[in-house]
């Protein structure tokens, strides 16, 4: 084996290999979608090492391969097996890790869930101990360059696509794209001058720089537009144009959860408009951006809502989820229904969602949710019994755009009978998180609820007099100024102002129904959307972005309630016989005016989070950018100048001199396959180079007759005023393009 002195190919291609390897296996371990993938780069490397020996080595192909297959078996197994939960025997320990194997190929066939952690690490190891093998076989082997970099790339990418978490791992792409540029220019500078040689060929080593500065500035031209491509992700209408073709793709995603359920999952990085805290903070602006289509058995009524999370805790002028910082629990399709108190009067509703946010992590849908065919991840907290209370579902899988659900939710069909005979005796759970007062809210505030509850004997008279007061005596504005440092928001809009909108109205109702004993809770989403009686579907739109107030009544759960004027309001029947569900809306003359052409452009310029897609990412390479993009730009952008500095300096000095100036054209000759035999004169020659090259015939003509002059006139003098490296500066960018081509088209040759 040639390995001891020195590397036919080149320590750096075997150094680069390794840096590849450990890139995407840092990537993946950065990523944290599962404890005990440390061991992913151990794997990788020895699977390099064993690539590189038997590449190397005297064995065929096949023999080899069978090496490389027992191995492999080996060191996955032991790698893996250090890192179960228990220390036992080393039999016990195989035997362990193959039944969990059968068992996840079981589950393959047979359709079900697999929660077993171990089998990702299993898999995720065995991957890379294949690439490692791979790399170092058809490195060292075939000298196939693309095949080391296509598949590691692949894996690379699997992991940047998949992972939404808030680590930077496109950094990890940005750097393999480097490494594997400099790999297949190296290897492949390596693979001629390994032919040069063999053909006594004399060639100048600034070739190699001519070379890597075109390829560094190739990369840096690829990296900005990948920088791009997620702008055009997120466009809604080309969303639109790929989901019809996204359904193998989204039914691949499926079973990958189903089959790696263990997983983490992480919410950063989605286009949601909602978070855990809900601010009071003055005026907004929501954009006409289609978020879903929601197709239904027949038309809703008014009072019913899409819901996305519920808040509990009111403070500072704004609400905030009380348990947020738990970590979510995750629910899977064949769990079941999710064990959610039972109500009375309640009707079950199945939803079929269509996604159209580029990266959207809630589970819209009407209260309250019962069930739903995608894994999710459940914010919630428990009662007594220990029975699941919903604050957000969220999918465990990002939603991309196109994506489809179905969800199913008990809606309440209770009479305002029903609900004026409800218990006042509230649960613990109730009384804890839904009655909760800051100190913040002013005596007015406490006195106007007092004066309007007083003569009304239940909560739900005691909710429909707040209601109604707030949607009379509030004018609806979505564009008010932030209240004053110091002033309470409600109280700021109750008695200042006199003006609101959604989020503002519900609230000053819920904190004006708590002070008064009755638990309440404020709950965003969207509203209905505009119904398409052909498809039986609601279309929703950002501008339908909604905050209203849900009150609860034992043995009923939660009841919608709309404070907010410039939306319709719903009345109950006022009993059982006297209608099923909820009435049609009551028509307004207080509705939402129409807005103005002008307006209307405001608002489509306008940069929302309710748009679910930055304007200025839309328009360019910049938008969002991230500190760390910043760096990394930077940092290649200095790279490139420092690379096109040495190159520049070094061929000033040999593209200075006539001699080394035509001692040049011949290497570019070599490299681009032109016959440059030494029985030929130097004008024949340049002949055969002008036949490949003609755009740069006439620089090719006057080096090569100043070098004749230099060599054979008897002065051994050129033309006192020929400069050799202006003709360069013409000439080096039409043999970069000619050797870009070939080089692209060899590497189309290898591919294929």
Not at 175 to 185: D, G, K
Not at 207 to 234: E, H, V
Not at 383 to 401: C, F, K, P, Y
Not at 444 to 452: G, I, V
Request: aromatic share 12%.
């Amino acid at each position: 084996m040639e390995t001891s002195a020195r590397l036919r190919e080149g320590w750096p291609s075997l150094l680069l290999v390794w840096a590849m390897l450990l890139v995407a296996s840092m990537a993946i371990m950065q990523a944290d979608l599962i404890d005990g993938l440390h061991i992913v780069p151990i794997a990788a490397t020895l699977a390099l090492l064993a690539g590189w020996l038997l590449g190397k080595s005297v064995f065929s192909e096949r023999t080899a391969h069978l090496f490389a297959l027992f191995y492999g078996l080996f060191f996955v197994t032991w790698l893996v097996g250090t890192t179960l939960p228990y220390d036992g025997p080393w039999r016990e320990r195989v035997l362990d890790l193959v039944g969990r194997q059968v068992e996840w190929v079981q589950k393959l066939i047979d359709g079900g869930t697999s929660r077993d952690g171990i089998i990702f690490v299993i898999q995720t190891t065995a991957v890379f101990w294949l690439l490692g093998y791979v790399a170092g076989w058809y490195t060292f082997r075939r000298t196939q360059v693309w095949r080391v970099v296509i598949p590691i790339g692949i894996v690379l990418l699997s992991v940047v696509y998949y992972y939404s978490g808030p680590k930077p791992l496109l950094v990890y792409l940005a750097i393999y794209t480097l490494l594997a540029l400099v790999f297949v220019a190296i290897t492949y500078l390596s693979g001629e001058e390994r032919r040069w040689r063999n053909e006594a060929v004399r060639y100048d080593r600034a070739i190699q720089f001519d070379f890597l500065r075109a390829g560094l500035l190739a990369a840096l031209l690829a990296l900005l537009m990948a920088w791009s491509l997620p702008g055009l992700k997120a466009s809604a209408d080309v969303g639109e144009v790929l989901s019809g073709a996204g359904s193998p793709w989204r039914s691949f995603q499926d079973t990958w959860t189903r089959l790696f359920s263990s997983l983490r999952s992480y919410g950063a990085g989605t286009s949601d408009p909602y978070q855990d805290t809900l601010v009071l903070g003055g005026p907004r602006t929501v954009g006409n951006t289609l978020v879903m289509d929601i197709r239904v058995s027949e038309e809703l009524p008014y009072g019913v809502y899409w819901q996305a999370i519920t808040y509990d805790t009111y403070v500072n002028g704004g609400w905030r989820v009380v348990e947020s910082d738990v970590e979510p629990a995750t629910h899977f399709p064949d769990d079941g229904p999710l064990n959610v108190p039972v109500s009375l009067s309640r009707e079950v509703i199945t939803q079929t969602v269509t996604n159209y946010l580029p990266n959207s992590s809630f589970l819209y849908a009407a209260p309250e949710v019962v069930s739903t065919d995608r894994q999710m991840l459940v914010d919630a907290t428990y009662d007594e019994a220990g029975q699941t209370l919903v604050t957000a579902l969220r999918s465990r899988l990002i939603l991309r755009q196109g994506d489809q659900y179905q969800v199913a939710s008990r809606v309440s069909t209770a009479d305002a009978a029903s609900l004026r005979a409800a218990s006042t005796v509230y649960p613990q759970w109730v009384t804890d998180r839904y009655l909760q007062v800051p100190d913040t809210l002013t005596p007015q505030t406490l006195d106007l609820a007092a004066q309007l509850t007083t003569d009304h004997p239940n909560p739900y008279d005691k909710a429909i007099a707040v209601r109604d007061y707030l949607r009379v005596n509030v004018d609806y504005n979505d564009q008010i100024a932030a209240a004053p440092e110091g002033v309470d928001p409600i109280h700021y809009t109750l008695f200042d102002l006199k003006e609101g909108y959604c989020t503002y109205y519900a609230s000053a109702m819920a904190m004006m129904l708590r002070s008064q004993g009755v638990p309440s809770r404020v709950v965003s989403g969207y509203a209905l959307g505009e119904y398409d009686p052909a498809t039986r579907s609601y279309r929703v739109r950002a501008v339908n972005a909604h905050t209203w107030v849900e009150v609860y009544f034992p043995n009923y759960g939660w009841i919608h309630f709309e404070p907010t004027q410039s939306i319709p309001v719903a009345e109950r029947p006022d009993s059982a016989t006297a209608g099923e569900g909820l009435t049609p809306p009551v028509p307004l003359n207080n509705e939402e005016r129409d807005l103005t052409d002008d307006e209307l452009a405001d608002l489509e310029r306008a940069n929302s989070l309710l748009d679910g897609v930055d304007p200025v990412r839309e328009r360019g390479l910049l938008g969002n950018v991230a500190w760390w993009q910043v760096a990394i730009g930077a940092a290649l952008l200095l790279m490139a100048g420092l690379a096109v500095w040495v190159a520049n300096r070094y061929n000033r000095g040999v593209e200075g001199d006539v001699g080394r100036s035509y001692l040049r054209l011949g290497e570019w000759a070599r490299w681009l396959g032109i016959p440059w035999r030494t029985t030929q004169t130097p004008y024949e020659q340049a002949d055969a180079l002008v036949a490949v090259v003609p755009q740069g015939q006439q620089s090719i003509r006057n080096l090569t007759r100043q070098y004749v002059l230099q060599l054979f006139s008897p002065a051994r003098a050129t033309d006192a005023d020929f400069d050799p490296y202006s003709e360069w500066r013409l000439l080096r960018p039409v043999l970069l393009r000619q050797s870009v081509v070939k080089f692209l088209n060899r590497a189309r040759g290898a591919k294929e």
